[in-house]
């Protein structure tokens, strides 16, 4: 069996689809399942059994020797959540108990982290292990995915493969309940329906001209299939770059969702929240030659692609991957 945590979540739930599809049917999702409002996104996947969060410790120590495989994607992913005791427990502590189940147990495990460790790109976007201790996030949450890492390399004892995933900036479907914390494609889409245009924040940047601040978005469905290939390749641990490898700005990404919605583009400029200005990223991009040199080939959606196949597919018809 393959445990999911997070997995009512918008990745997780995504990761599970895919996991169905490759006939892994015997999954063990984990997730504080009072939070209704994740529930339909698992609606219609093959699940062998829901452990509340809080309990699965208890309930892994009395099934470990059916495990096969630990994704643990489930983490408070809030950046705008200023208590740091929420993301010491669920973020740090709870993925640190994670990590010493699966090495009493001998499971391998795959793990979020997140691109929000590389703060304003000081050092710039290489997966490169040895900078991570001197990263420095712009926010709790960037630094509970930074501690964690941190301290999973400093184990001397570590399952027998796991990996680290920094995702980048995700979107896809399975996102309708994250509210603020939705990509800004998701946001694109409701603005554009409801108003025929779109804002975007002004730049504040000499170098970078209003609306072409750049990001690596990256589709969920290249996240979950990079998920896929490690859970056959395990080998080469460590951490690892998850984004598209390719920065775009955000105007191709208005233009491009206002071309999925069959709409002439109207993009206005609004400025950039002053509390904000000075921890905003205006470029990001993920080196992935770490990832492509362990044999990961596959090609990533580009954002027209991905933007399309979203919006055409997902966000028009309220379905759910």
Not at 42 to 57: P, S, T, Y
């Amino acid at each position: 069996m393959v445990i999911v945590t997070g997995a009512a979540g918008f990745i997780g739930s995504c990761l599970i689809s895919r996991l169905n599809q490759e006939n892994f049917n015997f999954i063990i999702a984990v997730d504080d399942f009072s939070k209704t409002e994740k529930l339909p996104n698992l609606e219609g996947k093959r699940i062998q059994e829901r452990v509340d969060r809080e309990a699965f410790f208890d309930w892994l120590d009395a099934n470990n020797e059916e495990v096969e495989f630990i994704f643990h994607i489930g983490a408070r992913t809030d950046t705008t959540e200023f208590d740091r005791s929420i993301f010491d427990h669920l973020n740090v502590e709870y993925s640190q108990k994670i990590w010493q189940k699966c090495v009493d147990y001998q499971i391998p495990l795959v793990y979020a982290s997140s691109a929000a460790t590389y703060g304003l790109g000081e050092l710039g976007y290489d997966d490169n292990e040895q900078l991570i201790p001197q990263l420095r996030p712009l926010n709790p949450y960037g630094d509970s995915k930074n501690d964690f890492d941190i301290w999973a390399l400093e184990q001397e004892c570590k399952p027998f493969f796991w990996a680290g995933l920094k995702f980048f900036n995700v979107y896809g479907p399975n996102e309708y309940h994250k509210g603020r914390m939705a990509s800004v494609i998701f946001h694109a889409y409701h603005q554009i329906r409801q108003n025929d245009g779109m804002k975007l924040f002004r730049s504040h940047h000499p170098d970078f001209r209003d609306g072409e601040q750049m990001r690596d978005f990256v589709y969920v469905k290249d996240v979950v299939e990079v998920c896929l290939f490690l859970m056959h390749h395990r080998r080469n641990s460590g951490i690892y770059n998850l984004g598209s490898g390719k920065a775009r700005t955000f105007l191709d990404l208005a233009n491009n969702t206002f071309k999925a919605m069959d709409k002439d583009s109207n993009i206005t400029f609004v400025d950039t929240p002053a509390d904000i200005r000075d921890k905003y990223q205006y470029f990001t991009q993920a080196n992935m030659s770490k990832l492509r040199s362990i044999g990961y080939s596959q090609p990533f959606h580009t954002l027209e692609e991905g933007i399309e196949d979203y919006v055409r597919n997902y966000l028009t018809t309220g379905e759910y991957l």
